[in-house]
């Protein structure tokens, strides 16, 4: 799992030069940056030197997780301006340091971010190689990074294409950025098998419920994808029908991981296509389940009487037919799906929720009308 470090101090960023802080005044020529002085007063762990509200929730709610991490078949680092990729447990100095700030002296201006984007997803292959060699395999890459500016260091693509890990990318609903570190240590102190037992693990593209101990609740699901190839997704799938902007966003969202995946799945030797037939399935089931509430997929009735029997539906019934019979085969044959099938799933999918979006439009024009 990854972490962003400087995200998760809760401090007013209010003094203009980071070198006249405090921390970074009295920075010392440490081991850690190359030097040989072995005050170890000014050393703590990181998990003990970062303090903001991802500490102090996990630490209310598990007290002895830190100490018990040790025992789990599971790292977790973080990613910080000052030292690059950091073990939980790896002893480190004060300092305020944000991939946000410019280098002093360097022209044009250089970010921190600009400086580790050259190097860091160098380091966290090695990082995974070393694992290896020691007989501690990495088979999942969690992204729990709160900050895009954070994620954007990272070559998401070349991490993947590792052979033998899979990388899953965090998103919250309904909302963003640091306001999900509370709930990121709720899933740490109450879920930490689902980051590595296998039985057990996170699915992507599944929404879990996460609630604080003060009442709040979103929904956090995982994705193959990070924001940014999800945004180009998007914009493919638009291409080929503007419409499908008026779907629900958590909607359209589902669509472009499918579409991703596709795209991404088309490169890789040996990839079998038919999780992505699966996955484009989902996205009509899940409109489905928006426009027949009292329907949902594990019922003995199939999506396709379903649909039929729905007046406003019934159009699409012959779609929905053909669709789930490359859908079963894809989820339940011995046989490999082969791509011109996902193809005609993809088409199949493309159509019927371009009438889901031209049913939410013209639900909305009713509304409008209505309130007028």
Same mark, same amino acid.
């Given at each position: 799992?990854?972490?962003?470090?400087?995200?998760?101090?809760? =401090?007013?960023?209010?003094?203009?030069?980071?070198?006249?802080?405090?921390?970074?005044?009295?920075?010392?020529?440490?081991?850690?940056?190359?030097?040989?002085?072995?005050?170890?007063?000014?050393?703590?762990?990181?998990?003990?030197?970062?303090?903001?509200?991802?500490? %102090?929730?996990?630490?209310?709610?598990?007290?002895g997780?830190?100490?018990?991490?040790?025992?789990?078949?599971v790292?977790?680092?973080?990613v910080?301006?000052?030292?690059?990729?950091?073990?939980?447990?790896?002893?480190?100095?004060?300092?305020?340091?944000?991939?946000?700030?410019?280098? %002093?002296?360097?022209?044009?201006?250089?970010?921190?971010?600009?400086?580790?984007?050259?190097?860091?997803?160098?380091?966290?292959?090695?990082?995974?190689?070393?694992?290896?060699?020691?007989?501690?395999?990495v088979?999942?890459?969690?992204?729990?990074?709160?900050e895009?500016?954070?994620?954007?260091?990272?070559?998401?693509?070349?991490?993947?294409?590792?052979p033998? %890990?899979?990388?899953?990318? =965090?998103?919250?609903?309904?909302?963003?950025?640091?306001?999900a570190?509370?709930?990121i240590?709720?899933?740490?102190?109450?879920?930490?098998? =689902?980051?590595?037992?296998?039985?057990?693990?996170?699915?992507?593209?599944?929404?879990?419920s996460?609630?604080?101990?003060?009442?709040?609740? %979103?929904?956090?699901?995982?994705?193959?994808?990070?924001?940014?190839d999800?945004?180009?997704?998007?914009?493919?799938?638009?291409?080929?029908?503007?419409?499908?902007?008026?779907?629900?966003?958590?909607?359209?969202?589902?669509?472009?991981?499918?579409?991703?995946?596709?795209?991404?799945?088309?490169s890789?030797?040996?990839?079998?296509?038919?999780?992505?037939?699966?996955?484009?399935?989902?996205?009509?089931?899940?409109?489905?389940?928006?426009?027949?509430?009292?329907?949902?997929?594990?019922?003995?009735?199939?999506?396709?009487?379903?649909?039929?029997?729905?007046?406003?539906?019934?159009?699409?019934?012959?779609d929905?037919?053909?669709?789930?019979?490359?859908?079963?085969?894809?989820?339940?044959?011995?046989?490999?799906?082969?791509k011109?099938?996902?193809?005609?799933?993809?088409?199949?999918?493309?159509?019927?929720?371009?009438?889901?979006?031209?049913?939410?439009?013209?639900?909305?024009?009713?509304?409008?009308?209505?309130?007028?």
């Amino acid at each position: 799992m990854i972490h962003d470090a400087e995200s998760l101090f809760d =401090r007013f960023r209010i003094e203009p030069f980071r070198d006249l802080r405090g921390g970074n005044r009295s920075l010392t020529s440490g081991p850690d940056v190359g030097g040989a002085d072995l005050e170890k007063h000014v050393f703590l762990p990181a998990h003990r030197r970062y303090n903001g509200r991802f500490f %102090v929730e996990l630490d209310t709610l598990a007290p002895g997780f830190w100490n018990e991490l040790n025992q789990q078949p599971v790292e977790l680092l973080f990613v910080s301006g000052l030292y690059g990729l950091l073990l939980w447990d790896e002893v480190i100095q004060d300092y305020d340091c944000h991939l946000g700030d410019y280098v %002093v002296g360097k022209e044009p201006k250089q970010t921190i971010a600009g400086i580790w984007r050259r190097i860091l997803t160098d380091v966290l292959c090695e990082f995974i190689k070393t694992e290896r060699a020691h007989d501690r395999p990495v088979r999942h890459v969690f992204n729990l990074l709160s900050e895009e500016l954070y994620q954007e260091v990272f070559d998401w693509e070349r991490i993947c294409s590792v052979p033998g %890990v899979r990388v899953h990318h =965090r998103e919250f609903r309904p909302l963003a950025g640091t306001d999900a570190l509370p709930f990121i240590a709720r899933m740490l102190a109450t879920q930490l098998p =689902r980051f590595y037992d296998e039985s057990a693990l996170f699915k992507d593209g599944e929404w879990y419920s996460c609630s604080l101990q003060s009442g709040s609740a %979103v929904e956090v699901n995982f994705q193959p994808a990070p924001k940014a190839d999800m945004n180009r997704a998007i914009a493919s799938i638009l291409r080929d029908d503007p419409s499908l902007r008026a779907l629900p966003d958590d909607l359209l969202q589902e669509l472009a991981a499918a579409e991703n995946t596709w795209q991404s799945a088309q490169s890789i030797a040996g990839f079998d296509p038919g999780a992505c037939a699966v996955l484009y399935t989902k996205c009509v089931e899940h409109w489905l389940h928006i426009e027949m509430p009292d329907w949902y997929s594990g019922s003995r009735v199939s999506a396709y009487d379903a649909v039929r029997r729905n007046r406003d539906l019934k159009s699409l019934a012959d779609d929905v037919n053909t669709l789930w019979r490359i859908r079963n085969r894809a989820a339940h044959s011995g046989q490999a799906t082969t791509k011109t099938s996902v193809k005609n799933a993809r088409n199949l999918v493309l159509r019927i929720l371009s009438r889901g979006a031209h049913i939410e439009v013209h639900r909305s024009q009713q509304s409008n009308r209505q309130s007028v």
